[in-house]
């Protein structure tokens, strides 16, 4: 019902800049809250940031000063800024969302197909 496109990932040196985004489109009537995940090779999938309807936000301690979470309600599109980046940043980026069905109907979880985020001299 609910389908995540995810763009902007890439190589970049350490200390460099990406910004990723995730656009959202299918039926539902609202967003609950959206996010991006990450997973590492050999790693477990983590949290990185996160946005609820409401404009609150939350990430990772590893990412916090560094990484931005936004989004355009009219666009229905989620953003990760991400600056300053470290090897250890490397990973298979995620976006999560969580959205209403219609008015008076259930929640509905999406994810997208990731987007890989390669940081190397």
């Known amino acids: 019902q609910v389908q995540l496109v995810e763009s902007g990932g890439g190589l970049v040196q350490p200390g460099g800049s990406l910004r990723l985004s995730c656009a959202a489109s299918?039926?539902?009537?609202?967003?609950?809250?959206m996010g991006w995940y990450r997973q590492a090779p050999g790693k477990q999938r983590e949290l990185v940031a996160r946005?609820?309807?409401?404009?609150?936000?939350n990430y990772a301690d590893s990412v916090k000063g560094r990484f931005t979470i936004s989004m355009d309600n009219a666009k229905n599109t989620v953003f990760l800024q991400m600056n300053s980046l470290k090897p250890e940043d490397t990973a298979v980026y995620y976006c999560?969302?969580?959205?209403?069905?219609?008015?008076?109907?259930?929640?509905?979880?999406?994810w997208g197909q990731g987007t890989q985020v390669t940081v190397s001299s």
């Open positions: 299918g039926s539902f009537f609202s967003i609950n809250a």
């Open positions: 999560n969302g969580s959205f209403k069905r219609s008015r008076f109907g259930s929640d509905i979880g999406s």
């Open positions: 946005i609820t309807s409401d404009g609150s936000t």
